[in-house]
């Protein structure tokens, strides 16, 4: 089975994104946070993942929503209560992701010391690029970047993470259970920023080659559909029992 295969169903079997926010320094400091001294875990719902060629859409009245390139981890086997040391052992490869954010929404369960799911859990709100895998272990450090309409954005290296990979996957599994195909979003560097419909996202890593790119759009309308498991249908017009 092809690496892009293996992953594709890893990940659709996974039931949660694990997000660590704050876990590079220059980043809680840009955002005026104070460096933690213990992760900071939020989740996202795995249908927020989008792939190549699909949009990133940013849903009304919101007219614009702030990129964050994380360098994701794909579980590969059931964890709880793993030691630090043994990490490795779980996980099955990567992927380049983005943790996209309303950061309006955000500020304002932030002032309301709301949980933060409406601003990170939108339809499409976390892209991924293709799945890759790694021989050696520890992995080396991953260089990342992020451009928008072509102009950098965001650069950052897994080796100016807080918290490391194997003490994250120690300190989730400690929590909660990661179960196969789940996703630890690892944090993003500084330099997070808006992005507006119309405009284009690339992101990428040095080594090994990854690149992926999403357009952004506003979120179409939907659409009202009959349901032939309902009495009435949405127009007021009658379907037969």
Not at 26 to 37: D, N, Q, R, V, Y
Not at 52 to 69: H, L, Q, R
Not at 187 to 196: D, F
């Amino acid at each position: 089975m092809s690496a892009e295969l293996l992953g594709r169903k890893l990940i659709d079997c996974g039931t949660k994104i694990v997000a660590v926010g704050r876990n590079y320094a220059a980043h809680a400091k840009e955002l005026g946070s104070a460096i933690p001294k213990e992760p900071v875990l939020f989740l996202k719902p795995t249908s927020s993942y989008v792939r190549e060629p699909d949009p990133i859409e940013i849903p009304k009245p919101i007219t614009e929503v702030d990129y964050e390139a994380e360098i994701g981890v794909v579980i590969g086997r059931r964890a709880k209560d793993v030691f630090e040391e043994e990490a490795w052992n779980y996980v099955r490869g990567y992927v380049l992701a983005l943790d996209m954010t309303a950061r309006s929404l955000q500020n304002v369960a932030k002032e309301k010391r709301l949980p933060w799911t409406v601003s990170k859990g939108y339809d499409t709100f976390t892209p991924i690029s293709k799945f890759f895998q790694l021989k050696k272990t520890p992995i080396p450090p991953l260089s990342f970047w992020l451009k928008v309409d072509g102009q950098t954005k965001q650069k950052g290296c897994t080796s100016d993470m807080i918290f490391s990979i194997p003490f994250l996957i120690h300190y989730i599994s400690g929590i909660m259970t990661l179960n196969e195909g789940d996703m630890i979003l690892t944090g993003t560097p500084h330099g997070v920023g808006p992005v507006k419909a119309g405009q284009t996202i690339t992101a990428g890593i040095a080594s090994p080659a990854v690149q992926m790119t999403f357009p952004v759009i506003t979120r179409p309308d939907p659409e009202r559909t009959k349901s032939p498991f309902l009495s009435e249908s949405l127009d007021g017009t009658d379907v037969p029992q």
